[in-house]
């Protein structure tokens, strides 16, 4: 099981550019989480899905950012236009329910000059 | 909304010394609590997860405490070694299956 798989793991971009991050998750569990960490604000969760449904989105900045789970073994990020404001790392996580633990995977570092 | 604090935000130890690291959240009404571990760089490792009617729960040199009603949980570390310096995060899940981070503590082992 090779675990969460985020791409591409870093992501150098020049503002105003579109940026899609990417996750393929565990088969098995029901829960998405994307998270973005910076060093000012630690980790913030932006938006989770449960069953590719948006649960709660009110981390999400701004309008700007999107996500999308079109099935089970597939969501998306995206920032459109980017900002430099948006350079962290952003992280994909998994989980069942609430009893569930949630498991990351390894970031995508993303940089906006 | 969940506030979480973790203190001490640093530490510097020899190895071999048994550890403490605390927790604190304001909203005790949790399903549970996770700790991590981030090493710099890299994604975060679960460690352990400990249910809200669970007092303790441990995994090897690690042994988590819970105490809901007060809004507190300790990590302890035994007999510390140089591979356990990592940044070390607690994360209480609310309900909506939503985690809130702290801010973490890093901790360094020297050999």
């Known amino acids: 099981d090779a675990g969460v798989i985020q791409s591409p793991r870093h992501e150098v971009t020049e503002m105003g550019q579109e940026v899609t991050l990417r996750c393929k998750p565990i088969s098995g569990h029901n829960s998405l989480f994307w998270y973005r960490q910076t060093m000012m604000r630690g980790l913030e969760l932006l938006i989770y899905?449960?069953?590719?449904?948006?649960?709660?989105d009110s981390g999400m900045p701004e309008d700007r950012f999107s996500a999308k789970m079109p099935n089970a073994s597939f969501s998306t990020l995206k920032i459109q236009p980017s900002e430099p404001r948006d350079s962290a790392v952003y992280f994909c996580a998994q989980g069942g329910n609430s009893y569930n633990e949630q498991f990351f995977g390894p970031g995508t570092r993303l940089t906006v000059l | 909304k969940q506030e979480v604090t973790q203190i001490p935000a640093a530490l510097s130890v020899p190895e071999g010394e048994n550890l403490v690291l605390n927790c604190s959240f304001t909203?005790?009404?949790?399903?549970?609590l996770q700790w991590f571990r981030q090493d710099p760089g890299k994604g975060l490792t679960s460690l352990l997860l400990?249910?809200?009617?669970?007092r303790e729960q441990t995994s090897g040199r690690l042994n988590a405490s819970l105490d809901k009603s007060s809004g507190r949980s300790t990590l302890y570390i035994a007999a510390s070694q140089p591979g356990d310096s990592a940044t070390y995060l607690c994360a209480p899940r609310n309900a909506g299956n939503m985690l809130t981070f702290g801010g973490g503590t890093r901790l360094m082992v020297k050999p």
């Open positions: 400990i249910q809200s009617s669970q």
């Open positions: 909203d005790s009404a949790i399903y549970n």
């Open positions: 899905f449960n069953n590719n449904v948006p649960i709660d």
